[in-house]
């Protein structure tokens, strides 16, 4: 396994973040892509969802940061929110060695004026998706003749939204010297044609193209009742957590209902729930609050949770690429799971590129426990405070075993965001934490807090 010790560049203060984030062997798309990156190469890359693809275009952007210029030198363009959030994370943590250093998101669902005064006190790398971008250029809050490199993240699925011509006018705003990175889970015909516009003698990696058969455990049953079916399903394999993809919001929203009236821990994310309350959603399920999560294909892209044990179809996807990208979010890093497809007699001819490399799976051979819920021991508090306030998990840790007298095996994952502070508690103490929450101050002051779930 190469080290990123091994990338002569790398100053010492970033070996010893990574170190520090247990980062220290590289991933097959860091080690062929970085050093290219560095050396001003444009790259077109195909690496599937949960490669390391983010570290592999991060380093270089955070490294090649001009401090001393308070403009935007990187943008990172995206296909949802979620993944826009979960890569602005992900380079803040490393970030961390160059103090300062500015990374800023451009989605809908947030106010465009409070975006535009952020962008008016300056910003080094921004991440966004090409909607919002597109917004901000048409209204002159964001001006891009300083950006050093573009990259594209997932371009296939964004080619797939119908923002062919957003990137390509995106793309015109900046200096054609620029660098230009595209990576994308799949090479379609769009995806050479946005190549050959965008890019300039690209250097082309393939790593990871295809889901490894070990990795992945593939099944499909055919039913003619596909609720019956996943409760059969549930009861047998006991995921630890469960992640469903249903086609609509509607199927998503009477889907979820129905599972929470089983007395399931259950919750969604659809088009209709601004952005605080998908962001809620994903926090509320990554740290086991609620152990099911049913999602449109909203989230089968930029969605980074471990240890998700089962994908189900509840729906089939509408084409392969979308298949590949869902049953993506389970054996990741590293990890096994299992996706499972549903679908109808009726529907035989649309999951054939399932059926040739899925195993067929049969009722009869289900084991179901009828007493079985996916119910949890967590529920989550919120507090008015985050990073803004400079609190840290480790505060929010301390006041809670310190001040309140929590066991520490009683609280779960701290999620501590820009401006709100999420804690997993186990819920035979949650309202002990927040009654006492009324007078305890963490770093001597006094915060709101709520039950979100």
Sequence with gaps: MTTFESIKELPQALLDTLNALNFTTMRKIQEKAIQPILEGKDILAQSKTGSGKTLAFGLPSIMRTDMNANKPQTIIITPTRELADQIAVELRKVAAYKPNLKILTLYGGVPLRAQADSLAKGAHILIGTPGRIQDHLAKGTLVLDSIKMLILDEADRMLDMGFYDEIVKIGSNMPSAKQ???????????????????????????????????????????????????????????????????????????????????????????????????????????????????????????????????????????????????????????????????????????????????????????????????????????????????????????????EIGIEHQSIGKITVTENRSYIALEKSVIDKVLKALKTAKIKKKKYVAWKVA
């Design 180 to 402: 230009t990175l595209l990576f994308s889970a799949t090479f379609p015909e769009k995806i050479e044609k946005l190549a050959k516009m965008l890019l300039k003698h690209p250097l082309t990696i393939k790593v990871d193209t295809h889901i490894e058969a070990d990795r992945i455990e593939e099944i499909v049953y055919e039913t003619s009742d596909k609720l019956k079916s996943l409760i059969a399903i549930i009861q047998s394999y006991k995921p630890q957590s469960l992640l469903i993809f249903c086609n609509t919001k509607a199927q998503v929203i009477a889907l979820s209902d129905t599972l929470h009236e089983l007395g399931h821990c259950v919750i969604d994310i659809q088009g209709d729930l601004d952005q605080k309350e998908r962001n809620e959603a994903l926090i509320v399920f990554s740290n086991g609050s609620k152990r099911i999560l049913v999602a449109t294909d909203v989230a089968s892209r930029g969605l980074d949770i471990k240890d998700i044990t089962l994908v189900v179809n509840y729906d089939l996807p509408f084409d392969q690429e979308v298949y590949t990208h869902r049953i993506g979010r389970t054996g990741r890093a590293g990890s096994t799971g299992t996706a499972i497809s549903l679908y109808d007699p009726k529907e035989s001819a649309k999951c054939a590129y399932i059926t040739s490399q899925a195993d067929i799976g049969y009722e009869k051979n289900l084991n179901p426990d009828s007493r079985f819920k996916m119910i949890s021991k967590y529920g989550t508090i919120c507090i008015n405070g985050g990073k803004k306030e400079k609190l840290r998990a480790g505060d929010i840790l301390g006041m809670l075993c310190q």
